[in-house]
Antibody, heavy 117, light 110 residues
Framework: EVQLVESGGGLVKPGGSLRLSCAASGFTFSTYIFNWVRQAPGKGLEWVSSIGTLIRNTYYAHSVKGRFIISRDNAKNSLYLQMNSLIAEDTAIYYC??????????WGPGTMVSVSS | QSVLTQPPSASGTPGQRVTISCSGSSPNIGSHNVCWYQHLPGASPKLLLYRNDQRPSGVPDRFSGSKSGTSASLAISGLRSEDEADYYCAAWDDSLSGRLFGGGTKLTVL
């Protein structure tokens, strides 16, 4: 079965760090672009970051640039998001999503990140 | 405030046809294809359309899309109660070097 499963969410204090993981299975991980997308409580979807099949091709939303780092380990079929200097506005459900034909065709169930003192 | 503008809400009765608009600009919709996503409460978003009007396998042909210039639209015909969800358009933006989502449209089936 083709699936993505996120992990690593939780409660963290402002200024803290968290590392999200996304485990992929059922397809050839290395051949796809991946993205992180978040949804803050009561808000819409917000694209966070993407990483190409060539690991050096990374992109970030302005709201997280300089604080978040996206990475992937093709040998482990895993995607990561290192989140530093977290602020309250980063509180959201974080989804990893596979990109195919320009659309995000496979999504994980999401992991909740709460930033609060 | 999203650079892709959608109406916050839309509604229709079962069997009706509903359209949802997505207005952008030259660096995004004007230069790139649009995707549409359906987000049901408590579930993960689902890809409805890619490349403006292409349906992934399994998406009913009741869902259709179009794009003209810097705007796109999603049409849902034969509206059903299970279509009640939030709908988002998305496109790459050259000026931001990032992907944009519209603000989302909450569809209510009356």
């Amino acid at each position: 079965e083709v699936q993505l499963v996120e992990s690593g969410g939780g409660l963290v204090k402002p200024g803290g760090s968290l590392r999200l993981s996304c485990a992929a299975s059922g397809f050839t991980f290395s051949t796809y672009i991946f993205n992180w997308v978040r949804q803050a409580p009561g808000k819409g979807l917000e694209w966070v970051s993407s990483i190409g099949t060539l690991i050096r091709n990374t992109y970030y939303a302005h709201s997280v640039k300089g604080r978040f780092i996206i990475s992937r380990d093709n040998a482990k079929n895993s995607l990561y998001l290192q989140m530093n200097s977290l602020i309250a506005e980063d509180t959201a459900i974080y989804y990893c999503a596979r990109q195919d034909e320009e659309g995000f065709d496979i999504w994980g169930p999401g992991t909740m990140v709460s930033v609060s003192s | 405030q999203s650079v892709l503008t959608q109406p916050p809400s839309a509604s229709g009765t079962p069997g009706q046809r509903v359209t949802i608009s997505c207005s952008g600009s030259s660096p995004n919709i004007g230069s790139h294809n649009v995707c549409w996503y359906q987000h049901l409460p408590g579930a993960s978003p689902k890809l409805l359309l890619y490349r403006n009007d292409q349906r992934p396998s399994g998406v009913p042909d009741r869902f259709s899309g179009s794009k003209s210039g810097t705007s796109a639209s999603l049409a849902i015909s034969g509206l059903r109660s299970e279509d009640e969800a939030d709908y988002y358009c998305a496109a790459w933006d050259d000026s931001l070097s990032g992907r944009l989502f519209g603000g989302g449209t909450k569809l209510t089936v009356l």
